[in-house]
């Protein structure tokens, strides 16, 4: 049975009987338009606890004006219809803005991450990991689940948010889960529905550039720069208006050196017409 919940009240009423049935409770964060994506998270959460809670709320405080906040796909009749036929989760809390920021946007405590937070998609999203922490800190609250599920696709932002969980010190285990894609290899994100049929045959260049990368990198090149130009230009020429492509640590996604024996992560942003696409390849 899936029971919706409004408001914290709500939530906190459903999750505090299995909390004091000694139940493990997963939290899966989203901001709806749900995909399989989401649905591996869920299927995640199912193994690793006793209870799946998920979160639809698009949050507004990590957007940027010039964003796509307003245009964000909502789709409450579909995402309903998914999680029911899916059987994977117990509840979903479903906030209004009021709900979450009790004392408006404005006057909103805010959550001011390290530097990290202004590299890689945060330098072209000023403010939106600092938007993402605050919202998925109340959420946290509101849940306080055991484990917090979160998908490598934002890989950014899961380490931002295994950052917050320990720099907090909250009792929680972050899991991070792979990336679903469709056939061609495109990384799914609501945001794909953005792209035009013929922008979407396109799209999957991203990752077989990363791939491309990586694929590299563990052949033995090390000269990272040198991997990144030829995939730069190759978007381009596919029509892509690049942001980033990069080779990070994967632990922490500081700057990779060339003689470094650690886990690499090759990331990468661009826009390809509407949509902004990301997505990253492990080493
Ligand atoms: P979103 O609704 O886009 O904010 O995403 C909610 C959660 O689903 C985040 O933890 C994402 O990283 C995760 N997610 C989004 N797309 C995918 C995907 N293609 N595969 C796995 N997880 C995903």
Redesign the pocket.
């Known amino acids: 049975m899936l029971a919706y919940a409004n408001t914290a009240q709500q939530l906190h009423d459903l999750t505090q009987s299995w909390r004091s049935g000694a139940q493990r409770i997963a939290l899966?964060?989203?901001?709806?338009?749900?995909?399989?994506?989401?649905l591996?998270?869920c299927q995640a959460a199912r193994q690793i606890a006793d209870r799946v809670v998920t979160t639809i709320f698009v949050n507004p405080t990590q957007f940027a004006e010039n964003e796509d906040f307003d245009s964000y796909p909502r789709t409450p009749e579909e995402d309903d219809d998914i999680l029911r036929d899916s059987g994977l989760v117990d509840s979903v809390f479903v906030p209004a803005a009021a709900e979450i920021y009790p004392h408006g946007l404005a006057d909103a405590a805010r959550v001011e991450l390290p530097a990290l937070a202004d590299e890689l998609c945060g330098s072209s999203r000023p403010g939106h990991f600092n938007g993402v922490a605050g919202v998925v800190l109340r959420l946290l609250n509101v849940t306080r689940p055991d484990v917090l599920?979160?998908?490598?696709?934002?890989y950014q932002?899961?380490i931002l948010m295994r950052w917050l969980v320990r720099d907090l010190g909250l009792r929680i285990a972050v899991e991070g889960?792979?990336?679903?894609?469709a056939e061609d290899g495109l990384?799914?994100?609501?945001r794909n529905r953005y792209l035009s049929a013929e922008e979407r045959q396109r799209a999957p260049v991203l990752f077989r550039e990363l791939t491309g990368i990586a694929a590299a990198i563990r052949a033995g090149e090390r000269d990272f720069d040198k991997l990144r130009q030829p995939a730069i230009a190759a978007l381009a020429d596919h029509g892509f208006d690049v942001d980033y492509i990069e080779v990070r640590d994967a632990a922490d996604l500081s700057r990779a050196h060339r003689d470094a024996e650690t886990e690499l992560v090759v990331l990468g942003a661009a826009r390809l017409g509407p949509a902004r696409l990301i997505d990253n390849v492990r080493v």
């Open positions: 899966v964060p989203t901001m709806g338009n749900l995909h399989a994506g989401h591996s998270l599920v979160l998908g490598e696709k934002d932002q899961l889960m792979p990336t679903c894609r990384a799914l994100s609501s």
